[in-house]
C-alpha cells in the first residue's frame, strides 16, 4: 500500500482506527492532523465515536481560519496549529493517551527507548512538557516550546503524548514503538532489573546494513510460492493484530522445495504488507527492485544447516521480551503444552544475530527451536510456517503467565523427571 497516495482524509481515519482498535485511545480521545502543501490543516473532529470515524467526519482548516466540516475540529487543534508554526519542517502531528504512557505521564516520567536498539532510532529524542489544562493556549504553548527545541516526540504530564513528523505513518510510527517501549519497561520492571543498552552498543546496531546481494529478474510465480505468499501474509497480519510486531519490525521467512526462500521486506509496514511485497531469495539473489529484511543472511545460514527447519519468524513480541531486557531466564518449565512446544530456550548476546550469523545458527538443535537475544529478539524455527507461528504464540502465553504470577507467588515449575516422561510420551 502507498499511503502517502491517500487523500488527507483517508490517512486520518486510517491511523485514527488503528490507534482505536489497539486500545491506545478511547471514543473520545486522540486527535490526529495533517498540514497539506497548500496550508490548509486536515483534522479529527471534536466529541465524535474514534471508533467509528468517516471521511466525512473530518474538518479542513483553511490558512485564513475557515472551518470547512459538519462538526468542529478537535478541541486540540490550538496545540496542532502550534505546533506547525514552530516546525515547518512537520507536516503531521498525533496526540493519544494509551495506558502505558498514561502510567509514564502520571509519575512525570519517560519510557525507556534504549531496551532495543531501533527503538530509539524510531523515538528519538523525548521529552516532557510540564502539566496545563487540555486544549489551552497554556498548554500549546509548553507543548510547542519543546517541539522548538528539536524533539518530535513530547510526553505531557498527567496526559499523554503529542508526535510530530513529514508524514502520518512516521508519526504513527514513532508513537506505536514509544507506546511498545512503556508496555515493555513496565513488565520487564516485574521481571528484574533493566538491561540498558549502551551508546556503543546503540551505534553497532546502527551500523547493520542491508545485505549486498546481486537481482535477478523474476518471470514466473509457481503455485506453491504463491500459496507461500498468502499464507505468510495472512500469518503477517495476524502477527501484528496480536501485537507480536510493531509496524516495521518483525521478519517472516519460508523455505520453498527448490530450497529458495521468501521472506519480508525492510522497513515496510506489516499492517498492511501485500503478497507482492515479499522477496524471493535465489542463490543468494533478491529478486529485482526488493530490498529483504536486513536478518536475511542469518535465516540462510539457519536454512543451510537444518534441511528439517522450513520457517523461521523474527518478533519482538512484548512478554517474551522481558527476558531479553534483563537478566531473567525463560523457563519453559510451566505447563506442559510449553515445554513440549519450546523445548529449552537459549539467549545469546546482543548483536550476535547479524555480527556472528553462524554461531547463532549454530545455536539451534532439535531441543532448542527458540532463541532469545538479548536486547534484540526472539528467533522461532518450525518445520512449517503455521509451527513456527505456534510456537510464537505459545512463548508469548507462557511469558504473559509467568510475568502476571510475579504478583501472585513464587513459580512452582515442572520438575526434572515430569520433563523426563513429556520426553518419553511425545518422543523427544
Known amino acids: 500500500m502507498n499511503f502517502e497516495l491517500l487523500h488527507p482524509a483517508d490517512q486520518l481515519i486510517m491511523i485514527m482506527e488503528r490507534i482505536y482498535k489497539y486500545g491506545m485511545t478511547t471514543t473520545s480521545g486522540g486527535n490526529l492532523s495533517i498540514l497539506d502543501e497548500n496550508g490548509d490543516m486536515w483534522i479529527t473532529p471534536g466529541s465524535v465515536d474514534k471508533g467509528s470515524l468517516t471521511r466525512n467526519d473530518i474538518i479542513q482548516i483553511k490558512p485564513d481560519g475557515t472551518i470547512i466540516g459538519i462538526h468542529k475540529p478537535s478541541s486540540e487543534y490550538p496545540v496542532h496549529s502550534r505546533i506547525y508554526k514552530m516546525r515547518p519542517d512537520l507536516r503531521a502531528v498525533l496526540h493519544a493517551h494509551p495506558p502505558a504512557l498514561v502510567a509514564f505521564s502520571i509519575v512525570r516520567r519517560i519510557p525507556e527507548t534504549r531496551l532495543i536498539p531501533n527503538f530509539s532510532q524510531i523515538c528519538g529524542s523525548v521529552t516532557i512538557a510540564p502539566y496545563d489544562v487540555p486544549g489551552s493556549v497554556g498548554l500549546a504553548t509548553k507543548i510547542a516550546d519543546e517541539f522548538e527545541k528539536g524533539s518530535n516526540v513530547v510526553m505531557l504530564e498527567n496526559h499523554g503524548v503529542f508526535v510530530g513528523a513529514t508524514d502520518l505513518f512516521k508519526a504513527f510510527m514513532a508513537f506505536e514503538t514509544l507506546d511498545y517501549c512503556a508496555r515493555l519497561q513496565i513488565s520487564a520492571a516485574k521481571m528484574g532489573k533493566l538491561n540498558v543498552l549502551s551508546a556503543k552498543h546503540v551505534q553497532i546496531s546502527k551500523e547493520k546494513q542491508n545485505p549486498s546481494m546481486d537481482e535477478f529478474v523474476k518471470t514466473s510465480y509457481t503455485s506453491e510460492e504463491k500459496e507461500c505468499r498468502r499464507e505468510m501474509c495472512q500469518l503477517i497480519h495476524r502477527a501484528y493484530d496480536q501485537q507480536l510486531f510493531t509496524s516495521t519490525q518483525g521478519t517472516f521467512s519460508q523455505r520453498l522445495s527448490d530450497g529458495s526462500m521468501i521472506i519480508t521486506p525492510y522497513h515496510k509496514d506489516r499492517k498492511y504488507l501485500e503478497e507482492s511485497d515479499l522477496v524471493h531469495i535465489v542463490d543468494g539473489k533478491r529478486e529485482q527492485g526488493k530490498i529483504p529484511s536486513r536478518s536475511c543472511v542469518l535465516h540462510q545460514k539457519i536454512y543451510d544447516k537444518f534441511p528439517d527447519i522450513n520457517s523461521i519468524i523474527i518478533a519482538h513480541a512484548p512478554n517474551v521480551m522481558t527476558f531479553a531486557v534483563t537478566d531473567r531466564e525463560f523457563d519453559s518449565r510451566t505447563i506442559p503444552e510449553s515445554y513440549i512446544m519450546l523445548r529449552d530456550v537459549k539467549k545469546v548476546?546482543?548483536?550476535?544475530?547479524?555480527?556472528?550469523?553462524?554461531?547463532?545458527?549454530?545455536?539451534?538443535?532439535?531441543?532448542?527451536?527458540?532463541?532469545?537475544?538479548?536486547?534484540?529478539?526472539?528467533?522461532?524455527?518450525?518445520?512449517?510456517?503455521?509451527?513456527?507461528?505456534?510456537?510464537?504464540?505459545?512463548?508469548?502465553?507462557?511469558?504473559?503467565?509467568?510475568?502476571?504470577?510475579?504478583?501472585?507467588?513464587?513459580?512452582?515449575?515442572?520438575?526434572?523427571?515430569?520433563?523426563?516422561?513429556?520426553?518419553?510420551a511425545f518422543n523427544f
Open 349 to 424: 548476546p546482543f548483536g550476535s544475530s547479524f555480527m556472528q550469523p553462524d554461531m547463532v545458527a549454530n545455536e539451534f538443535s532439535d531441543m532448542t527451536p527458540i532463541i532469545l537475544v538479548e536486547n534484540d529478539c526472539v528467533i522461532v524455527t518450525g518445520a512449517s510456517l503455521i509451527n513456527a507461528f505456534d510456537k510464537l504464540e505459545v512463548m508469548e502465553y507462557s511469558a504473559k503467565a509467568i510475568v502476571a504470577s510475579e504478583s501472585l507467588g513464587e513459580i512452582v515449575a515442572i520438575t526434572d523427571e515430569e520433563v523426563a516422561d513429556l520426553r518419553k
